[in-house]
């Protein structure tokens, strides 16, 4: 899967789009200034949003449907070639989440790696292929492929807004 990216889904931060090990990634690049308090999304669609406070991961439930789970986001710094980890962690603020971040310096780039793991979320009776991801000029974010399955859940019920700054 080729990446995608969204520069400047906030001023001066970049979000990009990527696949590990089959999971989706959405990798922030806040430059040096930045603000990454920024950073901020909603889920739309009947969603129940929780976080798990022994892991630290978000779930995201669509109308008590299949959950999809953002794995707890790491955050760090390179400093002299070497990556300095940064605590970081998923806050809700009110319908919106946002990164709860550690001690960092201001003056370098921040990069915020959370994973989402679409748990049985995407998947049916039959072979389901992902095959892409795209984008739109607006930042909405589209899962491509082919299904085989007639059971497939969801539906297409749940919708992940796209990041904004809020």
């Known amino acids: 899967m080729a990446s995608r990216q969204a520069a400047n889904c906030c001023p001066a931060i970049d979000l990009v789009y990527d696949s590990s090990e089959g999971l ?11 603000d990454p308090a920024v950073i901020g999304w909603r889920y739309q669609g009947g969603t129940a949003v929780t976080l ?7 779930y995201i439930t669509p109308n008590n449907q299949a959950t999809l789970v953002e794995k707890a986001p790491v955050a760090y710094q390179v400093v002299n070639g070497r990556q300095q980890p940064i605590t970081a962690a998923y806050r809700l603020d009110g319908d919106a989440v946002r990164f709860e971040l550690g001690e960092y310096d201001p003056q370098r780039p921040l990069i915020i790696d959370p994973t989402l793991v679409y748990s049985s979320y995407f998947g049916g009776s039959s072979d389901d292929y992902g095959r892409d991801v795209a984008m739109d000029g607006s930042g909405n974010v589209y899962l491509v492929g082919n299904t085989y399955s007639s059971t497939l859940p969801g539906g297409g019920s749940a919708v992940l807004a796209p990041v904004t700054c809020l």
Do not use: R
Not at 24 to 34: E, I, S
Not at 52 to 58: A, I, K, N
């Open 24 to 34: 989706l990634k959405g990798t922030y690049y806040v430059a040096p200034g930045a």
């Open 52 to 58: 798990d406070g022994t892991t630290g991961d978000l």
